[in-house]
């Protein structure tokens, strides 16, 4: 069932609510939420149309360069977001969402959905968008989380070094507790899915019309690419960050 454009003034209209809410606390972020808005709506508007054009002439060459300037608007947007050593940032983030990229979206199109043709931009750019953005959220906090966790237990590490480690068993601790940060909100947002929540993409679909039984083997298939698609970018991403975080004496480098 569509949304005509006049529901969509009254699903605007739920505003009124966080507005009044604001005005009550004096928050200062009436601003932000009418920019902030108005950039979603115009930015899905285009998005839409560039989409629909898409989806009607299901040109495979095209789907696979939109699928570059999403990975490459990902990247520039991580380095953006990460306030330390950006100068090393660049290749380990495009190197580990490019990765994953080539490792997942083939198997997912080629093995598991089969669509024909297989680049075929309704399955391609809308998964594709679930997986890289997980990811590039993921990667985020996964590397604040490495970055905090090595300058706040120098002490630690140089011990370790001390002892006989190398640069790999030294930041291992530090290493393992970034995985984990960064990987638990994904698990349990698994283990509560069908229960506590109908996740979007298993919504939007019975929404549009598909049987229920369907939706919950694509949502199935989207949370293991999804997950998947997390620890394989947390790891790459913090193993490259690791062999360039340190000199080979194993001592960090300044942050330029």
């Not at 108005?38 to 696979?64: A, N, Y």
């Not at 968008?129 to 490495?146: D, I, K, P, Q, T």
């Given at each position: 069932?569509?949304?005509?454009?006049?529901?969509?003034?009254?699903?605007l209209?739920?505003l009124?609510?966080?507005?009044?809410?604001?005005?009550?606390?004096?928050?200062?972020?009436?601003?932000?939420?009418?920019?902030?808005?108005?950039?979603?709506?115009?930015?899905?508007?285009?998005?839409?149309?560039?989409?629909e054009?898409?989806?009607?002439?299901?040109?495979?060459?095209?789907?696979?360069?939109?699928?570059?300037?999403?990975?490459?608007?990902?990247?520039?947007?991580?380095?953006?977001?990460?306030?330390?050593?950006?100068?090393?940032?660049?290749?380990?983030?495009?190197?580990?969402?490019?990765?994953?990229?080539?490792?997942?979206?083939?198997w997912?199109l080629?093995?598991?959905?089969?669509?024909?043709?297989?680049?075929?931009?309704?399955?391609?750019i809308p998964?594709y968008?679930?997986?890289?953005?997980?990811?590039?959220?993921?990667?985020?906090?996964?590397?604040?989380?490495?970055?905090?966790?090595?300058?706040?237990?120098?002490?630690?590490?140089?011990?370790?070094?001390?002892?006989?480690?190398?640069?790999w068993?030294?930041?291992?601790?530090?290493?393992?507790?970034?995985?984990?940060?960064?990987?638990?909100?994904?698990?349990?947002s698994?283990?509560?899915?069908?229960?506590?929540?109908?996740?979007g993409?298993?919504?939007?679909?019975?929404?549009?019309?598909?049987?229920?039984?369907?939706?919950?083997?694509?949502?199935?298939?989207?949370?293991?690419?999804?997950?998947?698609?997390?620890?394989?970018?947390?790891?790459?991403?913090?193993?490259?960050?690791?062999?360039?975080r340190?000199?080979?004496?194993?001592?960090?480098?300044?942050?330029?």
């Amino acid at each position: 069932m569509d949304i005509s454009y006049i529901g969509l003034v009254f699903a605007l209209l739920l505003l009124i609510f966080p507005i009044l809410i604001f005005l009550q606390l004096k928050l200062k972020l009436i601003g932000q939420l009418f920019t902030s808005f108005g950039r979603m709506i115009v930015q899905l508007s285009l998005m839409g149309m560039w989409l629909e054009f898409l989806f009607t002439q299901e040109i495979s060459w095209l789907t696979l360069i939109w699928m570059v300037v999403m990975v490459s608007n990902a990247v520039f947007t991580l380095r953006g977001r990460l306030k330390f050593q950006r100068h090393i940032l660049l290749p380990i983030i495009a190197t580990a969402l490019a990765t994953t990229s080539l490792v997942l979206m083939p198997w997912i199109l080629i093995m598991v959905i089969r669509p024909q043709p297989i680049f075929s931009p309704e399955f391609a750019i809308p998964i594709y968008g679930m997986v890289l953005g997980n990811s590039m959220n993921s990667l985020a906090l996964a590397m604040e989380r490495f970055e905090s966790g090595m300058s706040d237990n120098w002490r630690a590490y140089y011990t370790r070094l001390s002892l006989g480690a190398n640069l790999w068993e030294a930041a291992l601790p530090t290493f393992r507790k970034a995985m984990h940060a960064s990987l638990l909100p994904q698990l349990l947002s698994v283990a509560s899915m069908g229960v506590v929540s109908l996740p979007g993409m298993m919504t939007g679909q019975i929404l549009g019309g598909a049987s229920p039984l369907v939706a919950i083997k694509y949502q199935m298939m989207i949370m293991i690419a999804i997950f998947s698609g997390v620890c394989l970018t947390d790891y790459l991403g913090i193993r490259l960050y690791l062999r360039k975080r340190f000199d080979i004496y194993y001592l960090p480098k300044e942050d330029k």
